[in-house]
């Protein structure tokens, strides 16, 4: 079964300063990887996503992921942290054509 | 706005009762996802139907259900309800016969159950 493991399930950074979000994958398959994130009492909305195309990816609102196939990881970065972007983050992996596996989430805090 | 309703956003009911959670995937998509959302567990997928068949099962108890009915609605009845089921039930829809590995999952808001 495919897994990922969301290092920290809470990250605080001051506005402006550089995001990353970790996240670790386990697949026995060439994965493809996802970025979701949620804002306080909404659902979940696509950021990026890797579909073995070319390995850095870019999203919406500024952040961009990193596939390293030799770190089996896909993390998440933003150059420079808004306090809009406060909300709890998902990597995913798709196991199977049919289903998504989610890390346990990582909340982002942005300090004014 | 992701275009995926789900009904009713919370629910407050007792231990021992039957619930039935409502989505309305977005216009055209054929598939629906159920998830379940909890701090102790995460985010974890319970079934998928395409176009009113089941075609994946999750970490889905034997106490819940699910259809998808001829107009793409989908329902998840839970039953015989435990304190342990309370949590954020999430309706996803994509387009196509739910191949994600290149498509997304559209998220509703949820629907809020607590058991008490």
């Known amino acids: 079964a495919q897994s990922v493991t969301q290092l920290g399930s809470h990250v605080s950074v001051s506005e402006g300063a550089l995001v990353l979000l970790r996240c670790n994958y386990s697949?026995?398959?060439?994965?493809?990887l996802f970025w979701y994130v949620q804002y306080p009492n909404q659902g979940l909305q696509l950021l990026l996503k890797?579909?073995?195309?070319?390995?850095l990816v870019k999203g919406i609102n500024g952040f961009e992921a990193e596939f390293k196939k030799s770190e089996t990881s896909f993390h998440l970065t933003k150059p420079s942290a808004h306090m809009s972007d406060a909300a709890e983050y998902f990597c995913?992996?798709?196991?199977?054509?049919?289903?998504?596996?989610f890390g346990q989430g990582t909340r982002l805090t942005i300090n004014p | 706005d992701s275009g995926v309703t789900q009904t009713p956003k919370h629910l407050i009911t007792a231990t021992g009762q039957r619930v039935t959670l409502r989505c309305s995937p977005r216009?055209?998509?054929?598939?629906v996802y159920w998830y379940q959302q909890s701090l102790d567990q995460g985010l974890q997928f319970l079934i998928h139907?395409?176009?009113?068949?089941?075609?994946a099962k999750g970490n889905i108890l034997e106490r819940f259900s699910a259809q998808q009915f001829p107009d793409l609605h989908s329902e998840l009845n839970l039953s015989s309800l435990e304190l342990g089921d309370s949590a954020l039930y999430f309706c996803?829809?994509?387009?196509?016969?739910?191949?994600?590995?290149?498509?997304?999952?559209?998220f509703g808001e949820g629907s809020r159950l607590t058991v008490l």
């Open positions: 996803a829809s994509s387009v196509g016969r739910g191949n994600l590995r290149t498509g997304e999952l559209f």
């Open positions: 139907y395409y176009n009113g068949e089941e075609r």
């Open positions: 697949s026995s398959v060439p994965p493809y």
């Open positions: 995913a992996v798709t196991e199977g054509a049919q289903k998504l596996v």
């Open positions: 890797y579909t073995s195309a070319a390995t």
């Open positions: 216009s055209g998509d054929l598939s």
